[in-house]
């Protein structure tokens, strides 16, 4: 049975998901097992607003299709095929559409309605009036007397005389309360960044015309400057939906929004979070990372060991990780902390370090993690499995130096333990050193054979660095070497997949998830599962049969939050919002790491925008509609 644990496949899978390949991590992280692949497939994506959005490890991108190409625009062949009566009205929608694209000058030049020919010179004496004044004015007057004073608060406002400007605007609403007059002096209190005027000014803009596109992104950028992101949030993207997406401005102002407001809740709920172990799918997928090997000299069932000792609890902690289920885990990690409460160890106590501090990492117990691999290689520093998992908290941490310093250490310790040179290889992979990748993982192989991940990040390795053939062929031997571990027919199906290769890949899942059944029935893998699913979907468009294979694996591990994230992407690609948007939260509480939540909290805070958006502008409603069915139709 494995002792050790890897942190640097982020607790994933001891191979790279092959359809994210990112340059950032080497396994099977949640978010780059669905959003890279999303975002290279354009079919995982969700109209969020009517904006088509993917997370990658660049951050959220948004799709949409350009309205102004294939809405409007017509190509040369069906040009042909239109009706001379066609061809105009479309020239005539094109025409007026780009008239409406134009982008205006700040503050607006043109009023809604049609301003007089001739315009006063604004150096001109400018109207006086109050509210007692205002009274006795013609409607023609109040009319008249508005444009000039917008005249003249315009002037002044490209002078920077704002406070002037707001006063000739302020007369000017007196006179016409415009959306454009509002929207103008809001812009002079933006200037002086008088924020909570521009929120008051925009609202007042924005009840005279609910679809002001310049007023929702004055308010919204007030929002952001007063911390509401949330409400910011959700007038850019407003805006995006009536702008038909022809400002990319706007739709990085989403962008920006959506971290900032899933940053602030990330932190809360990382305040918040119980230190609890993860899915047993994480856990399995965190240990099998390292070579399997027998339990310590004298740990093992035969020999006779007081129940009450350390060395008693030490050796059922390794039995109970065996069972590879949730209890078996829990029950593990208590035994871990109960031996070394009782401190009999003798020859085992570094070994018990190792244990513990393997188990505070899946806990996110970071700190007090490190200490215990501290104490296990200062009481043994022959035990060089525990070099490696601190060097993979080190990278975990950021820490690339120290990272590199324990393997280095390591070496020295055991320089022909193939557990380094996997490890090893893994960093080389994340800092994006693929040929010394390569050669580690080769070296990991000559020195031991029989370790499957070696052979399969190898395959990874060479996929990434563009050898398609290599990788492969790498896959077929592992296939005809490991005939009867799972884990090879889900990760070559994997590679399938990515290449599109619908059926061959389905038939590989298919073939690890029986094996998986019969080699592990307590303690299934539930990774075919999702990922005949993601398969099913994207070749088939079968929702049924994917949400089915997603409730099984939720079945077998309640806490699979790559399960959870699929079902939630799986429900908002057919429109349920509400129900998506409960699984993305619940794929947040349960991601492990900041990024994870992070990325979980994106999608959530989308789906919530949505609703929000058809809530508070049911005008657009039918325009979601049509944009969803855009979407839905992107391959």
Not at 89 to 111: G, I, M, N, V
Not at 443 to 450: E, G, N, P, T, Y
Request: with cysteine; aromatic share 8%.
């Amino acid at each position: 049975m494995s002792t050790d644990t890897v942190p640097l496949t982020s607790g994933r899978a001891p191979i790279l998901d092959t359809s994210s390949l990112s340059s950032n991590s080497s396994s099977l992280p949640l978010w780059d097992r669905l959003s890279t692949w999303a975002s290279e497939n354009k079919t995982i994506v969700y109209t969020i607003a009517g904006i088509a959005v993917v997370v990658t490890g660049a951050g959220l991108v948004y799709y949409s299709t350009d309205s102004r190409t294939a809405s409007r625009d017509t190509s040369s062949e069906e040009k042909k095929r239109l009706s001379k009566k066609e061809r105009k009205k479309a020239k005539k929608d094109k025409d007026k559409e780009q008239a409406q694209s134009q982008t205006k000058t700040e503050p607006e030049q043109q009023s809604q309605q049609k301003t007089p020919t001739v315009q006063p010179d604004p150096s001109e004496d400018l109207p006086q009036v109050d509210p007692s004044t205002v009274e006795s004015l013609s409607y023609q007057e109040r009319k008249t007397y508005a444009d000039r004073l917008k005249i003249g608060g315009n002037k002044a406002y490209g002078d920077k005389s704002y406070n002037e400007a707001i006063e000739l605007y302020g007369k000017a609403i007196l006179c016409k309360p415009d959306p454009i007059f509002f929207s103008n002096r809001a812009a002079c209190y933006n200037a002086l960044g008088d924020w909570d005027k521009v929120v008051e000014d925009t609202t007042a803009a924005l009840a005279l015309d609910s679809e002001y596109v310049k007023a929702l992104n004055r308010r919204a950028n007030a929002y952001e400057n007063l911390g509401k992101y949330s409400e910011a949030l959700l007038d850019y993207t407003a805006s995006c939906i009536i702008d038909g997406f022809r400002t990319d401005q706007s739709a990085q102002s989403v962008e920006r929004l959506l971290k900032k407001v899933a940053e602030a809740k990330g932190k809360a709920i990382l305040e918040g979070k119980e230190k609890k172990l993860p899915s047993p799918t994480f856990v399995t997928n965190y240990l099998q990372s390292f070579r399997p090997r027998p339990r310590p000299e004298g740990l093992d069932d035969n020999t006779d060991l007081d129940e009450g000792s350390g060395k008693a609890q030490l050796r059922a902690g390794l039995a109970a990780m065996e069972h590879r289920t949730s209890e078996g885990y829990e029950t593990a990690s208590t035994a871990f902390d109960k031996a070394l409460e009782l401190r009999d160890l003798g020859e085992y106590e570094a070994f018990a370090y190792n244990m513990r501090g393997t188990f505070r990492y899946l806990r996110g117990e970071n700190a007090d993690a490190l200490k215990d691999l501290d104490k296990s290689v200062e009481l043994d520093p022959s035990l060089t499995q525990s070099y490696i998992k601190r060097a993979s908290m080190h990278l975990e941490l950021g820490n690339r130096e120290a990272a590199a310093q324990d393997f280095e250490k390591a070496m020295e310790q055991k320089q022909d333990d193939p557990d380094i040179f996997y490890h090893r290889a893994q960093l080389h992979f994340i800092l994006g050193q693929f040929a010394d990748a390569a050669k580690d993982y080769q070296k990991s192989i000559d020195l031991d054979r029989d370790f499957i991940f070696s052979h399969v990040q190898l395959g990874v390795t060479q996929y990434k660095m563009g050898s398609i053939a290599s990788s492969m062929a790498t896959f077929r031997r592992c296939i005809k070497n490991f005939d009867k571990t799972p884990d090879v027919y889900n990760y070559y199906g994997e590679l399938l997949l990515d290449q599109q290769k619908y059926s061959e890949a389905i038939e590989k899942f298919d073939t690890a998830i029986e094996l998986e059944k019969q080699s592990k029935p307590t303690g299934m893998n539930v990774l075919p599962l999702i990922n005949k699913a993601l398969a099913l979907f994207q070749w088939k468009q079968d929702f049924q049969e994917a949400q089915k294979l997603c409730q099984k694996a939720l079945i077998i591990d309640p806490e699979c939050d790559i399960a959870v994230a699929t079902m939630a992407q799986l429900l908002l690609q057919q429109g349920k919002v509400t129900d998506a948007l409960k699984y993305f939260q619940q794929a947040a509480e349960l991601s492990r790491t900041e990024g994870e939540i992070v990325n979980a909290l994106s999608y959530a805070e989308a789906t919530r925008t949505q609703l929000e958006v058809q809530e508070k502008y049911p005008q657009l409603s039918s325009r979601l509609q049509g944009m969803g069915g855009q979407f839905g139709a992107m391959r």
